[in-house]
């Protein structure tokens, strides 16, 4: 299993060390079926494209772009390996039966299998638990008030007054405020005692004592917060952030904020639609669907493969 460049990589490393491979994904818009698109290739701040009305044709033409993109190279280190070319790249990394390790009520596979062929396999969501302990400051800050909003962008970067932006939306619905610093560097406008900017952190533990969650849409999470039936606002960059953001709005759970760098006035609209009692309820009777078993039917298989 790998992501990014690595995948294309991978099985071929697998054939050369005789081991048996998996293609793997956390999201079932990236794999291929005439019941959705691929997701859209826009980097962070882009609008994804218009809904298709070809999925067939847009899976082809995906197919094409990693064959011209990747073909000649993959094939060139597999004949130097002493392996058989690869045909088309994407079959080659997805095989005939990819796993989907996501949630099947949050991200559930749109419809039969492929005619093509090609089937999926349904672990749901690979969730490791966390028992590590908040920090002493952390415990402290949640004690002294009301549940606060938690921000954070995970690996995202983000626009240089992001963090400005989230501590007023916070203040202007009379919220305190817990922002993720993440490798976007956010951090609160000011050093005010409504406000608390944190490193790494237990989310399994901290979702389930915050008001709302604001992220930008990762598959991992998104499931957390489901999970802790905390209220979303998802304020999508690229890929599958754009499926999970859509997710999150159709089952009620939250706001789909629009794929543009928030303003202080958009994020406070959508938080406050967001902290809206019906959608808190929605999110907590959500929350009781989440599956936490992923990682266990994804294990038994493994071990059945290698029997």
Known sequence: ??????????RSVAELRGVPYVHVSYCPTVLPSPHHAPPPLSLPGQKPAPEPTDNRALWDEDA????????????????????????????????GLPWLAADPTLGPWPGPDDPDGRTVFRTGAWLVPDDRPLAPELEAFLAAGEPPVFFGFGSMRATPDLGRVM????????????????????????????????????????????????HHGGAGTTTTAALAGAPQVVVPQ?????????????LGIGTAHPPVPPTTDSLT???????????TARARSVAAAVRTDGTLVAARRLLAMAE
């Open 64 to 95: 094409r772009r990693l064959n011209a993109t990747f073909g000649a190279a993959l094939n060139s280190h597999r004949a130097a390996a002493g392996l058989d070319p690869v045909a088309d790249v994407r079959s080659h990394i997805v095989t």
């Open 1 to 10: 299993m790998a992501g990014g460049g690595l995948q294309i990589a991978a």
């Open 167 to 214: 501590t007023r939306a916070a203040r202007a619905l009379g919220r305190r405020a817990v922002v993720s610093r993440g490798w976007a560097g956010l951090s609160p406008v000011d050093d005010a005692p409504d406000c608390l900017a944190l490193g790494e952190v237990n989310q399994q533990a901290l979702f389930r004592r915050v008001a709302a969650v604001v």
């Open 269 to 279: 609209d959508a938080l406050r639609r967001t902290l809206h009692p019906d959608t």
């Open 238 to 250: 690229m890929y599958d952030q754009h499926y999970w953001a859509g997710r999150v709005h159709g």
